[in-house]
């Protein structure tokens, strides 16, 4: 995997493939980018592929500090760090 730094934490990710429009994987809550393997492997034959590991999770850092299920921060990075992206992103609400 490869890693970015972001305000000190290093951040993983998987890339592969090559064509547009290239599609960035987020997991949810207690996950890791192993959460989209079926997606990835598919969709890297004719796109260019991102899966994260979100702060405080896989094999990205896990600074001590407070989390919650906001993930925006690490998001918002990777969304800006390329360029004209599809998200693909797990959300997991709650049943109440």
């Given at each position: 995997?490869q890693?970015?730094?972001?305000?000190?934490?290093?951040l993983?990710?998987?890339?592969?493939g090559?064509?547009?429009?290239?599609?960035?994987?987020?997991?949810?809550w207690?996950?890791?980018?192993?959460?989209?393997?079926?997606?990835f492997?598919?969709?890297?034959?004719?796109h260019?592929?991102?899966a994260?590991?979100?702060?405080?999770?896989?094999?990205s850092?896990?600074?001590?500090?407070?989390y919650?299920?906001?993930?925006s921060?690490?998001r918002?990075?990777?969304?800006?760090a390329?360029?004209?992206?599809?998200?693909?992103?797990?959300?997991?609400t709650?049943?109440?």
């Open positions: 995997m890693q970015l730094d972001h305000d000190g934490v290093a993983a990710y998987e890339e592969a090559n064509g547009d429009p290239p599609m960035l994987l987020v997991h949810g207690c996950c890791d980018h192993t959460h989209f393997t079926p997606q492997e598919h969709f890297r034959h004719k260019r592929v991102l994260v590991d979100l702060r405080g999770h896989g094999q850092d896990k600074p001590q500090q407070d919650s299920m906001d993930v921060p690490s918002t990075f990777f969304i800006s390329s360029n004209q992206i599809v998200l693909v992103s797990c959300r997991i709650p049943y109440l």
